[in-house]
């Protein structure tokens, strides 16, 4: 009995430890994958803090700052151009849209709003939005196309601003006052990267909002948020749409925020719709801190980063892993290609290295 009772126990200690083996080359086998994913450090130093990004293909890269910066590389990131755009030297251009290695758009954010255009790779600059009004203050710009555009703005006198273009950005259509969404008392926008306000098909476009009231509005809709709010550090900072047939309502809608003066706390920092805005789900495990941009790297992949670090998602927003505590305000993928280039504070520039 006493020998059964020993090959027993020795069979339930070698299955002990083929389990752990196989456990183990488990761990070897995915511990790769995810530590593949870093961030790789292309420039910096430069004395401007960088929101605007736009990364026209592989290869070129257009961002634009404070201190009346733009930066272009036309090689992947290896070289960089770094412009002082004339008589702007002391405005901080929060936005970008570029269309290919000569043509782009540039966003000043505040008394007076400016919108620059230039055809040239950046040698010259023409004004094509000037607005003087008392409190005017531009977040965000989004093109569905070469032609279609959108530019937003903080509330004035509690309508938030929007103005269009149908010719490529060369001229500027402010919407009727009477057409504006209404915003709350306390309610504005965050010009953190430039991804508050993005296209959700063909005419279509979406907006978030921030501060004592967090909301998306789409047309009509004004949808409320289950992102922290309440305080004027706090609300959605960036939205980002995926399209997906399979959903109800056809789009994938992911938004973070958080409070940006607490910057390491994950409070209520994401929230998740599948069904056309309809219910809400909040992340398993979410971004590790307040956040100002997210993107859509495929279908089911994310990348969102902040002040406190950058994640990566593998699941479509329900679970986030943090892959590197650097700082940075932006993150885009190409429009054409697959490489996603970051941008932040003291000119850095970085790459996502899968």
């Not at 009346?68 to 960089?80: F, L, P």
């Not at 979410?286 to 406190?308: D, M, N």
């Not at 329900?318 to 700082?327: A, H, P, R, V």
Request: contains cysteine; positive net charge; glycine residues 10%.
């Amino acid at each position: 009995m006493q020998k059964i009772k020993l090959i027993k126990r020795n069979k339930n200690i070698a299955l002990l430890h083929k389990s752990i083996t196989i456990y183990f080359f488990l761990i070897i086998a995915v511990s790769p994958r995810l530590s593949a994913q870093k961030i790789s450090i292309l420039t910096s130093g430069t004395k401007t803090s960088i929101r605007g990004l736009s990364v026209v293909s592989d290869k070129i890269i257009w961002a634009s700052g404070s201190n009346g910066t733009v930066a272009k590389s036309i090689d992947g990131g290896k070289t960089w151009q770094w412009i002082t755009v004339k008589n702007f030297e002391k405005r901080d251009f929060r936005d970008i849209e570029a269309f290919d290695k000569n043509t782009a758009i540039i966003m000043a954010i505040s008394e007076p709003a400016n919108i620059l255009k230039t055809t040239d790779g950046g040698k010259t600059w023409k004004t094509v939005f000037t607005d003087s009004t008392k409190g005017m203050f531009l977040d965000a710009m989004e093109f569905w196309n070469r032609d279609s555009g959108i530019v937003l703005g903080d509330p004035i006198n509690g309508k938030f601003f929007i103005a269009r273009s149908f010719d490529g950005g060369n001229n500027w259509q402010k919407i009727p006052v009477d057409k504006l969404p209404t915003a709350d008392s306390g309610e504005a926008c965050f010009a953190s990267s430039g991804t508050n306000v993005r296209k959700l098909d063909r005419q279509e476009a979406c907006f978030i909002s921030g501060g004592l009231r967090s909301r998306l509005f789409i047309r009509d809709q004004k949808i409320d948020l289950p992102i922290i709010q309440g305080k004027q550090t706090t609300g959605a900072n960036s939205v980002a749409v995926s399209d997906n047939k399979k959903l109800k309502g056809g789009h994938h809608i992911i938004v973070v925020g958080g409070d940006f003066s607490n910057d390491t706390s994950s409070e209520k920092n994401c929230a998740i719709t599948n069904d056309a805005c309809k219910t809400w789900i909040v992340p398993l495990t979410p971004p590790h801190g307040y956040r100002s941009c997210v993107e859509f790297i495929a279908q089911q992949k994310l990348i969102c980063c902040g002040t406190s670090g950058v994640d990566i998602s593998n699941d479509s927003g329900m679970n986030w892993q943090l892959i590197s505590k650097e700082s940075f305000h932006v993150c885009r993928k190409a429009k054409k290609g697959k490489t996603v280039f970051l941008a932040g504070g003291n000119g850095k520039i970085a790459k996502l290295v899968l």
